[in-house]
């Protein structure tokens, strides 16, 4: 599967599919005794497969049995190359791009998802490997900059919006993939945030420093921003913004 490039959709998350299946398991409240009685299999068998063992034959016999409607997924990131969840999360924001949004939001007091190798300016940065969690560590200050693991959008964007509005952060800049279709995006973001759709692909960095565009379009999502902040980074960037309802 890795060298083919192979991966599976509609199966539980995880690093391996061993472990997508083993998750798969405990989603459906299924255990391993209950799994062996549907497949047919032995307890040892699947306790061999959920830890990267045992044969194809066995495989296809739970993926049957707990996923389906398992299907082969495209291939992600023509454009940014192989490697797993945590490489393709290590993406930096290019210090060009970053030079408009000092130039139109001003000095950052926090990056609450940076990453070591980053070249965001900020006064302090939530690093995770540094015992930091932005996703439950308070925010403060006058403006955060969120360039979030993308397999996590949402959730980042949810808490964002939560420190946002609790008044913790008074303006907050989201760089992110340009995905409007969940249900909170209309009815909760599209009300309180201006986002801005960037005409382009961004090239960002990667742990080696060499840039790569993205394989996808990228909004800028802005909450409580000046006019005055949308309009010259506007004249910065090019794109148009969608201002909040």
Not at 8 to 13: E, R, Y
Not at 150 to 171: P, V, Y
Request: charged share 25%; with cysteine; proline share 5%.
């Amino acid at each position: 599967m890795v060298a083919l490039d192979f991966r599976l959709t509609g199966v539980a998350s995880g690093k391996s599919l061993a472990e997508q299946l083993r998750n798969q398991r405990i989603r459906k409240k299924t255990s391993v005794a209950a799994l062996a009685k549907r497949t047919g299999l032995s307890p040892t068998t699947i306790a061999a497969v959920e830890q990267g063992g045992d044969s194809v034959a066995s495989l296809l016999r739970i993926l049957e049995a707990l996923a389906p409607k398992a299907k082969r997924r495209a291939p992600e990131r023509a454009y940014w190359g192989q490697g797993d969840k945590d490489d393709r999360d290590s993406r930096f924001t290019p210090d060009d791009f970053m030079q408009s949004v000092y130039a139109a939001f001003g000095e950052i007091d926090l990056d609450p998802c940076a990453h070591p190798l980053s070249p965001v300016v900020a006064k302090r940065k939530f690093i995770l490997e540094h015992g930091d969690d932005g996703l439950t560590d308070h925010w403060f200050g006058k403006l955060a900059y969120v360039n979030p693991p993308f397999s996590e959008q949402l959730k980042w964007l949810r808490r964002a919006h939560e420190q946002w509005r609790a008044g913790n952060i008074r303006t907050v800049v989201c760089l992110v993939p340009a995905r409007t279709d969940s249900a909170w995006f209309h009815e909760t973001l599209r009300v309180d945030a201006d986002v801005y759709f960037l005409q382009g692909r961004v090239r960002f960095l990667d742990t080696s420093g060499r840039s790569q565009p993205t394989p996808f379009s990228l909004m800028v999502v802005v909450l409580g921003a000046s006019d005055e902040q949308l309009e010259t980074f506007a004249d910065l960037i090019p794109g148009f913004w969608m201002r909040r309802s």
